[in-house]
Every structure is written in structure tokens, then in C-alpha cells.
């Protein structure tokens, strides 16, 4: 099979940001049915009195589910209000909510509602031909869909209507749906691509090669999330309500204006994407950027700093840039002052072309670790002008052992690594090391250096104990024009010892202060295997 292929069942909590899905099935509005059923039974034994029963039908038709009522099944709470939005606007035919909204999705009944978008967009839908590009069916839907160049099938000559659709196989038709909308914005190419892919997936390993530039695409713009963060289950299948909210929020993105009615009086724009969002800054390096929505005018933006609103405005950009070193810093810092860890909160709300706020946000945790400034200066006091031998450098080192995973005949086990590093960042690197031990990679490690005296005339922070190198053969230094200058290769998601860019090792580093190399844009390249604690 290839071309386009056939979301896991994603059911979102109500605590859950709007755009993070993760599994489960318990919802509190249960036990709102729950206590309908209770006044039903009650009214059927005569304690009830009409006026009661006439409040309760009133109540009722402000459900969400309300819009389904002639329906035999209903989508779930955390699906309600888009699938309302959906239904009010004509996307679902009449028909949709006959079979349960939680089932996996068809070929077929997905391409139906790209039929109904592309048609709600206000185009005309291609006459179907006498001859049938599709063997085993003569469905229209599919004819057409063909026609519009948004399916090829499966193979030559085949549709396959009632497969189940999976993840990667969806982004790929919504992908081509939104450029027949926005031909101006065209799918991002292979090598943005992967670069989203290799940094804020962890699982892109497991994409075929015909999605990974459409999935890209659709995740940076918002139009699908992950069923946790940095995971994307491209070969989990979608089920019919999260195809509904797919093709919605691909609509909205292009254009909410174009299918908004008198019927729909909230603006639903879909909530940008967050995955540019990092876990963790130093304080002098926050700069939050969130994904863009081309259909809005502008967003509504609230921090909050433990719980408590510290900064709030309304802008045109889709960046908060709190960087001491901007030379075009928009916002006042607000984390300037902080004398410890911070945590943080992001909510960013977009706005339609009238000022009306989205009914749906993005909602982003972020931590702020005190500037390493003052601690930095503390030690490199102490160790600057640089040690004038390795004896007087040696004096201001510490032994220390770490745990860590080790690869053996394909087994990761646990070992024990000494390291030399500088007695002020002893205790830190015992914590950035426990926290990789910790992680969910187990990511293994083969060889590790820190302390390493290169001379006098050095500027290593390696001479100063405050770097640490990890697993140099498989995490390159490389030169502006391509050129290997250490370590042979970089392949993260298919080398083991290999650094991903947002995983274990690199978000363990920065939580502390560390800078990783590729991070730091040095006019040498880029040193993949390189942790310091200046950023040098």
C-alpha cells in the first residue's frame, strides 16, 4: 500500500489542553446523565410535578449533544462542542451520527467529508467521468476525491473504501485539502520536515516516508496534535468524531470566515500548535512561539508565574520574546528578577478577523531556571583567567560517579560512569545524569568525558570541568559547510547512542542550565555531543 494511508482512539480529559489528546475513556459529565436518568425515574413515579418537568426539558436543550437527538449515538463529551460546530455548519451529511462517533473512520466516509469541506468552501465539485479511476469501487466520493487530487488510492487502480484510516494516511488528504485552499502555503519541504520530526518527535521513526512531510506540516500548523506530547501514532487509526475535528480545524485554519453562520455565533478558530513550546529556559532565554493561524488578526496572550497572572497582552506576532540578548525584544521581561526556578504557564488565545477570541486556546507548562549569570560567574571567577596548568586545574575538580544505561549484546543494563567535573557543578551533574538514568529513553551511553585540560591557550570549558562530551563517534561535530570535524556520524531515531534534539539528554541538561552545541548557533558548526554550562 502507499500514496495515502489508512489518530490512536484519542480521548481528551476535560483537564486537558485543547489541543492534547491523551487515552482514557472516564468523563465527570457522566454523572450528569446519571442524575437525568435519576429525575426520570422519579417523574415516572409521580414525585416530580410538571413545572419540574418543564424546567428539565428546557435544560436539556442546551446540552451539546442536543444537535444529535435524532440520532442513534452521540460523540464524546470532550468532542461535543466541535462536533456541534461541524454539524451546524453542513460538514457531516445527515446520516453520520447513525454509527457510533468512538468507531474508526472509513476511507471512504473520511473522503465524504473532505468532499463537504472542499464544498463548504464555497467550490464547485468536478463532474464525475465515465470511466472510473477505481477498480473496486464507483462510489462518486472517492471519483471525486480523486479528481480533486486528494486521494490516489492505496494502489493502482484500488481505493480500498472500507479500510480504516490511520493517522499518517489522514494528514496526507488534509494536507492536499488545505493547499486547494491556501495555494499560497505550500507543505513544507523534506528538510523541515525533518528537522520537526527529528526535534519535537519522538516517534517519528514509525512514519512512513510518503507521510513524514504532510505530518510535519499538520502538526507545526496546529491541525492535528499528538496523542501525548512528541508522540504523533501515525499508524493508530481515526475514529469518526476525530475525523470530524480534523477536517474542522483544517477549515478553520484556511479560513474560518468562510464557514462561519448566523448559526455559529463563537469563533472557532483551532488553538495554535505548541510544540515549539520548551519544557524548560534559563531565564534569559525565554522566547515562546507558538504556531501560526493565517485566518487570525491577532492573539490574546496571558503568563502566568506559580499561579498568578504576570503578564498579559494582545499581539499580532505568534512569539513572546522575554531574551535579554533581543535586539527587538517585545515584551518586558518579566522573569528579569528571578531568584529561583520558576513555573510557568502560556495561554495563547487566537482572535478572528472581527476581534472575537477563539472558543478554543493553547495552554503550555514551561519551567524558568534562575540565570546561571551570577553561577557561572561564581565558578568561572574562580577558574578565569583559565588554569595555567592542569595541577592548579585539577585542584578545582570532583570525582563523581553516575549511573547510566549501557548497551550489551543489544540489552540495555545499568552501570556506573566516573566523571571529573568542577566541584561547583558536582551536584548539578549527579541530577542531570539521575534524570537521563530516570527517563523513558534509558538512552545508552558508551562513552562520556568531562574534565579534559587542553592547554592554556584553550578556550574549552572542558579545560574549566564545565563541559561534558557524550558519545562523540555517533554525535558529530560538524562545520557550517559540512564538513566532520569530530565523531563520524548523527543519526538520531535510528542510531541508539545517537542525541535526539528535545529528548531525555538535552531536556536533563537544560532543566539545570546547560547549553547543548546545536543550540547555540556557533559560527564553527555545530557539536552534537557537546554540554556546557557558558554555552561554549
Same mark, same amino acid.
Given at each position: 500500500?502507499?500514496?495515502?494511508?489508512?489518530?490512536?482512539?484519542?480521548?481528551?480529559?476535560?483537564?486537558?489542553?485543547?489541543?492534547?489528546?491523551?487515552?482514557?475513556?472516564?468523563?465527570?459529565?457522566?454523572?450528569?446523565?446519571?442524575?437525568?436518568?435519576?429525575?426520570?425515574?422519579?417523574?415516572?413515579?409521580?414525585?416530580?410535578?410538571?413545572? $419540574?418537568?418543564?424546567?428539565?426539558?428546557?435544560?436539556?436543550?442546551?446540552? %451539546?449533544?442536543?444537535?444529535?437527538?435524532?440520532?442513534?449515538?452521540?460523540?464524546?463529551?470532550?468532542?461535543?462542542?466541535?462536533?456541534?460546530?461541524?454539524?451546524?455548519?453542513?460538514?457531516?451529511?445527515?446520516?453520520?451520527?447513525?454509527?457510533?462517533?468512538?468507531?474508526?473512520?472509513?476511507?471512504?466516509?473520511?473522503?465524504?467529508?473532505?468532499?463537504?469541506?472542499?464544498?463548504?468552501?464555497?467550490?464547485? &465539485?468536478?463532474?464525475?467521468?465515465?470511466?472510473?479511476?477505481?477498480?473496486?469501487?464507483?462510489? *462518486?466520493?472517492?471519483?471525486?476525491?480523486?479528481?480533486?487530487? &486528494?486521494?490516489?488510492?492505496?494502489?493502482?487502480?484500488?481505493?480500498?473504501?472500507?479500510?480504516?484510516?490511520?493517522? /499518517?494516511?489522514?494528514?496526507?488528504?488534509?494536507?492536499?485539502?488545505?493547499?486547494?485552499?491556501?495555494? !499560497?502555503?505550500?507543505?513544507?519541504?523534506?528538510?523541515?520536515?525533518?528537522?520537526?520530526? #527529528?526535534?519535537? +518527535?519522538?516517534?517519528?521513526?514509525?512514519?512512513?516516508?510518503?507521510?513524514?512531510?504532510?505530518?510535519?506540516?499538520?502538526?507545526?500548523?496546529?491541525?492535528?496534535?499528538?496523542?501525548?506530547?512528541?508522540?504523533?501514532?501515525?499508524?493508530?487509526?481515526? $475514529?469518526? /468524531?476525530?475525523?470530524?475535528?480534523?477536517?474542522?480545524? $483544517?477549515?478553520?485554519?484556511?479560513?474560518? =470566515?468562510?464557514?462561519?453562520?448566523?448559526?455559529?455565533?463563537?469563533?472557532?478558530?483551532?488553538?495554535?500548535?505548541?510544540?515549539?513550546?520548551? #519544557?524548560?529556559?534559563?531565564?534569559?532565554?525565554?522566547?515562546?512561539?507558538?504556531?501560526?493561524?493565517?485566518?487570525?488578526?491577532?492573539? !490574546?496572550?496571558?503568563?502566568? *508565574?506559580?499561579?498568578?497572572?504576570?503578564?498579559?497582552?494582545?499581539?499580532?506576532?505568534?512569539?513572546?520574546?522575554?531574551?535579554?540578548?533581543?535586539?527587538?525584544?517585545?515584551?518586558?521581561?518579566?522573569?528579569?528578577?528571578? @531568584?529561583?526556578?520558576? @513555573?510557568?504557564?502560556?495561554?495563547?488565545?487566537?482572535?478572528?478577523?472581527?476581534?472575537?477570541?477563539?472558543?478554543?486556546?493553547?495552554? @503550555?507548562?514551561?519551567?524558568?531556571? %534562575?540565570?546561571?549569570?551570577?553561577?557561572?560567574?561564581?565558578?568561572?571567577?574562580?577558574?578565569?583567567?583559565?588554569?595555567? =596548568? +592542569? $595541577?592548579?586545574?585539577?585542584?578545582?575538580?570532583?570525582?563523581?560517579?553516575?549511573?547510566?544505561?549501557?548497551?550489551? =549484546?543489544?540489552?540495555?543494563?545499568?552501570?556506573?560512569?566516573?566523571?571529573?567535573?568542577? *566541584?561547583?557543578? +558536582?551536584?548539578?551533574?549527579?541530577?542531570?545524569?539521575?534524570?537521563?538514568?530516570?527517563?523513558?529513553?534509558?538512552? %545508552?551511553?558508551?562513552?562520556?568525558?568531562?574534565?579534559?585540560?587542553?592547554?592554556?591557550?584553550?578556550?574549552?570549558?572542558?579545560?574549566?570541568?564545565?563541559?561534558?562530551?557524550?558519545? %562523540?563517534?555517533?554525535?558529530?561535530?560538524?562545520? @557550517?559547510?559540512?564538513?566532520?570535524?569530530?565523531?563520524?556520524?548523527?543519526?538520531?531515531?535510528?542510531?541508539?547512542? =545517537?542525541?535526539?534534539?528535545?529528548?531525555?539528554?538535552?531536556?536533563?541538561?537544560?532543566?539545570?542550565?546547560?547549553?547543548?552545541?546545536?543550540?547555540?548557533?556557533?559560527?564553527?558548526?555545530?557539536?552534537?555531543?557537546?554540554?556546557?554550562?557558558?554555552?561554549?
Amino acid at each position: 500500500m502507499s500514496k495515502d494511508r489508512p489518530l490512536t482512539r484519542m480521548v481528551r480529559k476535560h483537564s486537558c489542553p485543547s489541543n492534547v489528546y491523551i487515552v482514557g475513556t472516564d468523563c465527570p459529565d457522566l454523572a450528569i446523565w446519571e442524575r437525568m436518568i435519576l429525575i426520570i425515574l422519579k417523574i415516572k413515579t409521580g414525585i416530580l410535578g410538571f413545572g $419540574t418537568i418543564a424546567l428539565i426539558l428546557v435544560l436539556g436543550a442546551f446540552f %451539546p449533544s442536543a444537535a444529535f437527538a435524532n440520532n442513534n449515538y452521540q460523540p464524546s463529551p470532550w468532542a461535543s462542542t466541535k462536533i456541534t460546530i461541524a454539524n451546524t455548519a453542513g460538514l457531516m451529511s445527515e446520516d453520520f451520527g447513525r454509527r457510533q462517533f468512538t468507531e474508526n473512520i472509513t476511507r471512504r466516509d473520511f473522503c465524504e467529508l473532505l468532499i463537504n469541506s472542499y464544498q463548504l468552501f464555497g467550490y464547485p &465539485l468536478p463532474e464525475v467521468l465515465d470511466s472510473h479511476p477505481f477498480t473496486d469501487t464507483q462510489d *462518486k466520493i472517492p471519483e471525486q476525491s480523486f479528481m480533486l487530487g &486528494l486521494t490516489s488510492g492505496t494502489a493502482e487502480g484500488i481505493f480500498s473504501p472500507d479500510l480504516p484510516l490511520t493517522r /499518517e494516511m489522514a494528514v496526507v488528504m488534509l494536507g492536499r485539502l488545505r493547499i486547494l485552499f491556501q495555494s !499560497e502555503h505550500k507543505i513544507m519541504d523534506e528538510q523541515q520536515a525533518e528537522q520537526i520530526l #527529528q526535534k519535537y +518527535a519522538k516517534d517519528s521513526d514509525k512514519l512512513s516516508d510518503w507521510a513524514k512531510r504532510h505530518m510535519a506540516d499538520a502538526y507545526s500548523r496546529g491541525i492535528i496534535a499528538g496523542t501525548d506530547i512528541g508522540i504523533l501514532s501515525p499508524k493508530d487509526n481515526v $475514529t469518526r /468524531e476525530q475525523a470530524v475535528i480534523l477536517a474542522l480545524n $483544517t477549515l478553520a485554519y484556511s479560513d474560518e =470566515s468562510r464557514i462561519n453562520t448566523t448559526e455559529i455565533a463563537e469563533c472557532f478558530l483551532p488553538a495554535p500548535s505548541g510544540i515549539y513550546i520548551s #519544557q524548560y529556559y534559563q531565564k534569559g532565554e525565554v522566547n515562546l512561539t507558538w504556531g501560526e493561524i493565517p485566518s487570525a488578526s491577532a492573539y !490574546e496572550v496571558r503568563v502566568y *508565574k506559580d499561579g498568578v497572572l504576570a503578564y498579559s497582552a494582545r499581539t499580532k506576532n505568534h512569539n513572546l520574546d522575554f531574551r535579554t540578548s533581543s535586539q527587538d525584544n517585545n515584551s518586558t521581561n518579566i522573569f528579569i528578577n528571578d @531568584r529561583k526556578t520558576v @513555573r510557568a504557564v502560556l495561554e495563547v488565545v487566537p482572535l478572528d478577523k472581527t476581534g472575537n477570541p477563539s472558543m478554543f486556546s493553547l495552554r @503550555r507548562e514551561f519551567i524558568v531556571s %534562575p540565570n546561571d549569570s551570577q553561577r557561572v560567574g561564581s565558578i568561572t571567577s574562580r577558574s578565569q583567567p583559565r588554569f595555567n =596548568s +592542569a $595541577t592548579e586545574a585539577l585542584s578545582h575538580m570532583e570525582d563523581i560517579d553516575v549511573p547510566v544505561w549501557q548497551l550489551a =549484546s543489544g540489552t540495555k543494563k545499568t552501570a556506573t560512569i566516573t566523571l571529573t567535573v568542577h *566541584k561547583d557543578v +558536582a551536584e548539578d551533574v549527579k541530577k542531570i545524569f539521575a534524570d537521563i538514568y530516570n527517563g523513558e529513553e534509558k538512552f %545508552p551511553i558508551k562513552n562520556c568525558y568531562g574534565y579534559s585540560y587542553r592547554g592554556i591557550t584553550s578556550t574549552s570549558q572542558h579545560n574549566s570541568g564545565l563541559a561534558i562530551d557524550i558519545n %562523540p563517534d555517533e554525535n558529530y561535530f560538524i562545520g @557550517r559547510d559540512g564538513t566532520i570535524k569530530a565523531g563520524k556520524l548523527w543519526k538520531p531515531g535510528e542510531n541508539p547512542y =545517537s542525541i535526539l534534539p528535545d529528548g531525555d539528554v538535552v531536556r536533563a541538561f537544560k532543566k539545570y542550565g546547560w547549553h547543548w552545541s546545536p543550540d547555540r548557533v556557533w559560527s564553527s558548526g555545530a557539536d552534537y555531543m557537546h554540554f556546557s554550562l557558558s554555552g561554549t
